[in-house]
């Protein structure tokens, strides 16, 4: 169901069915029914991957949004890294395409002072450019910025819901 502008009232309308069901029963349904999706993880993953990876198959998110709508996509967790001296990184990839900086992703954590024995929260919070009408996938990938050491995400949980065009 489609969010309908609201209807600017004046003094002297006739409030019907109509206007209500139009404007207040329909837009609070469209709010409502807005499509989101979450995956959970508690398991530890890890890579020593230079470059951008999937976490794990289970965060893929498919998500069916309408034309024009936006994304509200959230990551959150827990992660550590294998060696000090090293940075990790998170990304999203919407649709095949990263979203964040080119090199450093969303988030950084630099461990220069932690090392595996440390476990750090994280959270991302992104919004989409519009999207096209259909499916879209989200992916969260990680990297770590030399291979002899690791990222280590502990605990993630990612939701995304779109945003409908208003």
């Known amino acids: 169901m489609a969010w309908t ?26 709010l409502k029914g807005v499509p989101s999706i979450a995956a959970n993880f508690s398991t530890t993953t890890w890579t020593t991957s230079t470059a951008f990876v999937d ?7 498919n998500i069916t949004v309408s034309e024009g709508s936006r994304l509200l996509v959230c990551m959150w ?14 990304d999203l990839l919407i649709d095949s395409t990263r ?14 002072n ?12 992104y919004v989409s450019s519009a999207l096209t009408a259909g499916t879209h996938t989200i ?20 939701w995304a819901r ?3 065009v208003t």
């Open 5 to 30: 502008t609201p209807k600017t009232w004046t003094t002297g309308d006739l409030v019907t069915a109509v206007d209500l069901n139009t404007h207040l029963r329909d837009n609070f349904n469209a």
């Open 55 to 61: 976490i794990a198959s289970a965060f893929n998110l």
């Open 77 to 90: 967790g827990s992660w550590s890294a294998g060696a000090l001296g090293y940075t990790s990184y998170l």
């Open 99 to 112: 979203v964040g900086h080119s090199t450093d992703g969303l988030q950084q954590l630099n461990v220069s």
């Open 114 to 125: 932690y090392g595996e024995q440390y476990i750090i929260p994280f959270s991302i919070l």
């Open 139 to 158: 992916k969260p990938q990680y990297r770590t910025e030399n291979s002899s050491s690791s990222v280590l995400i502990r605990q993630i949980q990612i």
């Open 162 to 164: 779109e945003l409908p």
